[in-house]
């Protein structure tokens, strides 16, 4: 009994590591639009007709800010060191 206790922590202590990894990455990503969503929701309803404008634009300057900050090469170093630490990468 001890011993199966025992590997079902080990096991849920390797599925906890590997979705620590997975939400970090996620986090990595997608803050910005994690971050400026809500306020882009938020003008959307306070201000009516010119707040669903300013939101509608601002979530198409959030995308495009989004795929800047994933192309340039500080988050690719980070993303290359998240790999490294939780073992995604396949090489």
């Given at each position: 009994?001890e011993f199966l206790f025992g590997?079902?922590?080990?096991?849920?202590?390797?599925?906890?590591?590997?979705?620590?990894?997975?939400?970090?990455?996620?986090?990595?990503?997608?803050?910005?639009?994690?971050?400026?969503?809500?306020?882009?929701?938020?003008?959307?309803?306070?201000?009516?007709?010119?707040?669903?404008?300013?939101?509608?634009?601002?979530?198409?300057?959030l995308l495009s800010l989004n795929?800047?900050?994933?192309?340039?090469?500080?988050?690719?170093?980070?993303?290359?060191?998240?790999?490294?630490?939780?073992?995604?990468?396949?090489?």
């Amino acid at each position: 009994m001890e011993f199966l206790f025992g590997t079902l922590c080990l096991i849920a202590l390797v599925v906890c590591y590997f979705f620590l990894g997975i939400f970090l990455k996620f986090i990595l990503s997608w803050w910005l639009l994690i971050l400026g969503l809500p306020i882009a929701i938020f003008f959307g309803f306070k201000y009516g007709l010119i707040g669903s404008v300013i939101a509608l634009f601002s979530f198409c300057m959030l995308l495009s800010l989004n795929n800047t900050w994933q192309d340039c090469r500080f988050f690719l170093f980070l993303e290359k060191v998240l790999d490294r630490i939780f073992n995604f990468s396949d090489d």
